[in-house]
């Protein structure tokens, strides 16, 4: 018995339904859509492209510094080491901007920006698109609830006709063809 209770008890536990308000459910909706989330990641890669692509126009500073011992120590050459540099160490800094490069680099910029603001345009048209979808299945669940109040007056409704209709046959006042 205590075992039968208990199995209940789990299924009426995991069978437990919770209410969301509209807001809550249009929240999670928007949260675990995966379109949602594909459009959002479309978003943030469209806007690390624009980062990049803009880059472009910062000025390019390269660090470079160099060991070489084979250059510092030759091999012996008539009883005397000859070496083509005595410590071996290079170093070095190149800077590059571009100046000009006949609007390459804009034109990019640009068509990245564009690119940018049209996912998070298709971003936000989904969201609103779910958003309504989740209301109007909100708005569809409570005509639903009113259709079936509407019924059960009727069957209530009918049910009381019939009883009427079974005790005027009862007392003659009607036949059952009526």
């Given at each position: 018995m205590r075992r039968l209770l208990g199995i209940y008890l789990l299924f009426a536990l995991t069978l437990q339904a919770e209410v969301l308000t509209l807001q809550e459910s249009i929240n999670s909706t928007l949260k675990n859509y995966p379109d949602v989330k594909s459009f959002a990641l479309k978003l943030k890669q469209s806007k690390a492209s624009y980062k990049a692509a803009f880059a472009d126009y910062l000025p390019q500073v390269d660090l470079s510094a160099e060991y070489n011992a084979i250059e510092t120590y030759a091999l012996p050459v008539n009883g005397s080491f000859h070496t083509k540099d005595d410590d071996g160490w290079n170093a070095g800094v190149n800077?590059?901007?571009?100046?000009?490069?006949?609007?390459?680099?804009?034109?990019?910029?640009?068509?990245?920006?564009?690119?940018?603001?049209?996912?998070?345009?298709?971003?936000?048209e989904l969201k609103a698109f779910l958003a309504y979808k989740v209301k109007s299945l909100y708005k569809l669940m409570i005509v639903q609830n009113e259709a079936v109040a509407v019924r059960k007056k009727d069957l209530e409704s009918k049910k009381a006709y019939y009883e009427q209709a079974k005790a005027l046959v009862e007392q003659g006042l009607k036949t059952k063809a009526d």
């Open positions: 800077l590059k901007q571009k100046v000009w490069d006949f609007s390459k680099t804009s034109s990019k910029v640009n068509a990245i920006k564009i690119d940018k603001d049209i996912s998070a345009l298709s971003l936000n």
